[in-house]
């Protein structure tokens, strides 16, 4: 399990991101890299790094379930995500 701060950390950058958004928009279309390279260095949405909503596992990750590879097996042994299913053969 990730550390609480790591977690915190990159819920900082998300924040910081969405808020940003609509300026970067603005200043790309506009061609203003000076003005766009004064902006928060964490603004910049290339800086998030996809992690696994319960554990905060950086590695392993499903985009389809927001979660890690260890969890979905996990939870699709379990019965927990809707339409999965372990195959067997």
Same mark, same amino acid.
């Given at each position: ?40 260095? *964490? ?6 790094? *996809? ?19 260890? *969890?979905?097996?996990?939870?699709? *042994? ?12």
């Amino acid at each position: 399990m990730a550390k609480e701060s790591i977690k915190a950390r990159e819920r900082k950058r998300e924040a910081m991101v969405a808020k940003f958004a609509d300026k970067r928009k603005a200043l790309k279309e506009a061609g203003d890299y000076i003005a766009l390279q004064k902006l928060p260095k *964490n603004a910049s949405p290339i800086r998030l790094h *996809n992690r696994c909503k319960l554990t905060g596992r950086p590695k392993g990750y499903m985009r389809l379930f927001g979660v890690s590879r260890i *969890n979905f097996r996990e939870m699709a *042994n379990k019965g927990l995500i809707p339409g999965v299913r372990k195959a067997s053969w």
